[in-house]
């Protein structure tokens, strides 16, 4: 691709198809194209992968946190099964992202207890004739919030 003029300029494809963007940016980043380059593209994209990182974070530990209280505070013994394998499913994609991104940890600890506010208004609405803690029972540490059975 070096020397290779493309025939839509990347900054226009950008808008038009991304895939083919996409494509055409690697290229140019495996030729060390960089005249071609559409810089600020790359950057915004780049940056997007950090908070889609950060989204999936919020959104599993919000998943883990509701079925958490679901089977800690629901007296529905048909459906704990159900809530343990969810448990499960979030613990295990948690220590996944975890490992592949471990400077998520930080970023757990700044967002729990707003998820956890958040995990326990879809709780309520679920359940309004339960009492769920309005503080966080399963405490600010990620191993026990990952391993703990709080159940037992």
Same mark, same amino acid.
């Given at each position: 691709?070096?020397?290779?003029? !493309?025939?839509?300029? %990347? @900054?226009? !494809?950008?808008?038009?198809?991304?895939?083919?963007?996409?494509?055409?940016?690697?290229?140019?980043?495996?030729?060390?194209?960089?005249?071609? $380059?559409? /810089?600020?593209?790359?950057?915004?994209?780049?940056?997007?992968?950090?908070? +889609?990182?950060? &989204?999936? %974070?919020? +959104?599993?530990?919000?998943?883990? %946190?509701? @079925? !958490?209280?679901?089977?800690?505070?629901?007296?529905?013994?048909?459906? *704990? &099964?159900? /809530?343990?394998?969810?448990? $499960?499913?979030?613990?295990?994609?948690?220590?996944?992202?975890?490992?592949? +991104?471990? +400077? !998520?940890?930080? *970023?757990?600890?700044?967002?729990?207890?707003?998820?956890?506010?958040?995990? %326990?208004?879809?709780?309520?609405?679920? *359940?309004?004739?339960?009492?769920?803690?309005?503080?966080?029972?399963?405490?600010?540490?990620?191993?026990?919030?990952?391993?703990?059975?709080? /159940?037992?």
């Amino acid at each position: 691709m070096a020397n290779l003029r !493309l025939q839509t300029p %990347l @900054h226009q !494809l950008y808008d038009e198809d991304f895939v083919r963007w996409v494509e055409a940016t690697v290229a140019c980043l495996k030729s060390r194209d960089t005249e071609q $380059l559409d /810089w600020e593209g790359l950057i915004e994209e780049i940056e997007d992968l950090g908070k +889609s990182a950060k &989204r999936e %974070l919020e +959104s599993r530990l919000g998943v883990l %946190l509701v @079925h !958490l209280l679901k089977r800690c505070y629901v007296d529905l013994p048909d459906d *704990y &099964r159900g /809530w343990q394998l969810t448990i $499960l499913e979030q613990r295990n994609a948690l220590k996944r992202l975890l490992k592949q +991104s471990p +400077s !998520l940890k930080v *970023y757990y600890q700044n967002v729990l207890d707003e998820v956890y506010q958040d995990a %326990l208004a879809e709780a309520t609405v679920a *359940y309004p004739t339960n009492t769920f803690p309005a503080e966080n029972p399963f405490g600010q540490e990620l191993q026990g919030l990952l391993e703990e059975e709080f /159940w037992r």
